[in-house]
């Protein structure tokens, strides 16, 4: 059977940087505030002048992942397109991203498991690659939150959290045993799904009377998250998807060379870090620099992770998320 290898890695996120101090001048907040709850320092919003999309920043992404692997566009047999944020309600952006780049009628999923989206989609490009159906596969993932949230006082407390940008991995059909996807693990439990969540506009709000009632002070357009109801479902369930992917291939924590957790919150990043007993360098965290990119920040972080040569070949990666839903994943990757 084929193994799922990581053939290339890339990433985009725009030149617009929003710091903290930014962002008090239009809502009541501070520098202070926003570190001592998330961690975050600055985050990327696209120029409301530019050209930004969710689609055009995965095919930037894409672009350099693919460069990354080798490869060519024409190379690719099919999209993984993971997404909160699409351009359109319909259709989603997999198929923007195959017109991009120009490549023949191949397939294009998109994945809507908003921050747990990208390990989700590595699991469906895993089986597809070790079954044989495909060799190479890009998976993206990218989000443009900054158009879509209450940027008032009233919003802050998820307005903050949230930024723009995108990043892709090639994944690559491999005979070396050695080496690859080991395992992943994959949850969901739809009774929290409202407590985070941007519930309109949805099928059941009737798009006459939306227009018709137009209230200024429906807040369902915005996302709206329960903070300490998510914050303590997401250490828990974190700690649990990683040690659940580690007893599937007989490994524990000290087996672990990197984690890439998704970067919702520094604080909970911190919090798995301390209670599964890693040190510092054994967690990936760029939060500080980009905010939450949901679906965009795991493949974001392996992307600089990479850079900075905090992978190499021979590690055991950890990659783990949970968001909306809610959901929750992870992987581990032998490279």
Not at 198 to 226: C, F, K, Q
Request: aromatic share 8%.
């Amino acid at each position: 059977m084929k193994r799922t290898v990581i053939a290339g890695v890339g990433h985009y996120v725009p030149e617009n940087v929003v710091t903290n101090n930014d962002l008090s001048k239009i809502m009541e907040t501070s520098d202070q505030w926003i570190q001592e709850r998330t961690g975050i320092q600055e985050r990327r919003w696209v120029s409301a002048e530019g050209e930004d999309s969710t689609s055009g920043m995965g095919t930037k992404a894409a672009r350099n992942a693919i460069a990354d692997a080798g490869l060519e566009p024409k190379d690719i047999d099919f999209i993984i397109f993971a997404p909160l944020s699409p351009d359109y309600y319909f259709p989603g952006p997999g198929v923007q991203v195959q017109e991009n780049l120009g490549i023949d009628t191949i397939g294009a999923l998109d994945v809507r498991n908003q921050c747990s989206g990208f390990v989700y989609g590595l699991s469906v490009a895993d089986q597809f690659i070790k079954t044989g159906m495909y060799k190479n596969v890009l998976l993206i993932g990218s989000e443009l939150h900054s158009g879509g949230l209450d940027k008032t006082t009233r919003g802050r407390g998820v307005s903050v959290i949230f930024g723009d940008g995108a990043g892709a991995v090639v994944l690559q059909a491999s005979d070396d045993q050695s080496k690859g996807v080991l395992t992943t693990k994959l949850h969901s439990e739809g009774k929290h799904a409202k407590e985070l969540a941007l519930l309109g506009p949805a099928t059941d709000r009737w798009v006459d009377r939306i227009i018709a009632e137009n209230d200024p002070d429906d807040m369902s357009y915005y996302p709206y998250m329960n903070g300490n109801f998510v914050f303590k479902h997401a250490v828990t369930r974190f700690q649990e998807v990683i040690l659940e992917a580690l007893a599937d291939v007989n490994k524990d924590a000290s087996d672990i060379d990197l984690l890439i957790p998704h970067q919702a919150n520094l604080r909970i990043s911190q919090f798995v870090q301390k209670k599964m007993g890693l040190g510092p360098d054994k967690v990936f965290n760029n939060i500080m620099k980009y905010g939450n990119t949901t679906a965009a920040s795991i493949p974001i972080a392996l992307s600089e992770a990479k850079q900075e040569g905090r992978v190499k070949e021979g590690d055991l990666l950890c990659l783990a998320a949970f968001g909306s839903g809610f959901t929750w994943a992870s992987a581990l990757i032998q490279l």
